[in-house]
């Protein structure tokens, strides 16, 4: 009996080897050479690594010049998440009803999710600068104050799509018993979208927020493409500014010392933000 269970629990753990070791060798292994460079000044192209200890750390909390990716980035992680989530939950509560042509009607709000990221800033490009510019309307990625704006526009325009299926799965298993107990007891709209509607909708915010949240604070296709940071660093994200260091800088060792923090503070804040949704479904 002994054997056979060691055999079935060899049996098991064969199913997931491959993942796992794909696992270790593309994430795991990286990230222990990258946290070993931190300690190093190497330039990412010779053979010597000299080691300089804390010095990469020490810097990271002098430099100034990180404020203004950190400021960016959670501009477009807030702005993205809230929007994304709000817009998504409301097509899906228009499109949740059937009706002529509303299959149709969610291709084309889904579509813009199959164009890929950079085709998406090339597109935006070119309509803020074509065509805004027939409106009389300047393009916000030409100004210091609206061109993160912008970038998260593009965002929300390829993404909410995607939030609106999520959200409109949800919808589908709300029982329909209790929005008519609710009509009965001449509860209005709101009523009912806050005591039954997000409820039984919980669980898929503790899947878009979160989503979102973790794409917001990695964003970097869209300023790679569309501003290359500019104008003036103004729509720098921190993962645009991890590239400068690691790639045309070349400062591997300060790079890769302010990407491991960044690392540890993301999946601090996404663990955090998680926790809390979870504990709001088992409170609803």
């Not at 060899?10 to 696992?23: C, E, K, M």
């Not at 919808?171 to 709209?189: H, N, Q, R, T």
Request: hydrophobic share 50%; proline share 4%.
């Amino acid at each position: 009996m002994k054997y056979d269970k060691i055999k079935k629990t060899l049996v098991d753990f064969s199913f997931i080897l491959p993942a796992l070791v794909f696992f270790l060798y593309v994430i795991i292994i990286p990230l222990i050479s990258g946290i070993q460079f931190t300690f190093t000044d190497w330039d990412g192209m010779s053979a010597v690594k000299h080691f300089v200890g804390l010095k990469n750390y020490r810097t990271v909390f002098h430099d100034t010049d990180l404020i203004q990716p950190i400021l960016n980035t959670l501009l477009f992680t807030v702005v993205t998440v809230i929007v994304i989530n709000i817009a998504g939950l409301a097509l899906a509560m228009a499109v949740s009803k059937e009706f002529r042509g509303i299959n149709v009607m969610k291709s084309i709000i889904f579509m813009p999710l199959v164009v890929s990221l950079v085709l998406v800033s090339e597109m935006w490009m070119y309509v803020y600068s074509d065509f805004f510019s027939l409106l009389g309307i300047p393009s916000p990625l030409i100004d210091r104050k609206t061109a993160m704006l912008g970038l998260a526009y593009m965002s929300i325009w390829r993404e909410t799509g995607l939030a609106m299926i999520i959200y409109l799965a949800a919808l589908k298993g709300v029982p329909s018993y209790m929005y008519e107990a609710a009509v009965i007891d001449g509860a209005g709209f709101w009523q009912r979208f806050k005591n039954v509607t997000v409820p039984f909708i919980a669980p898929a915010f503790t899947y878009c927020i979160p989503l979102w949240l973790a794409a917001g604070l990695r964003q970097y296709d869209y300023t790679y493409i569309a501003t290359s940071g500019g104008p003036g660093h103004a729509s720098e994200s921190m993962a645009y500014y991890i590239y400068n260091y690691l790639f045309p800088y070349d400062k591997v060792g300060y790079g890769q010392t302010v990407a491991v923090l960044y690392l540890a503070v993301c999946i601090g804040i996404s663990n955090i933000v998680t926790r809390m949704l979870r504990k709001r479904e088992i409170e609803l």
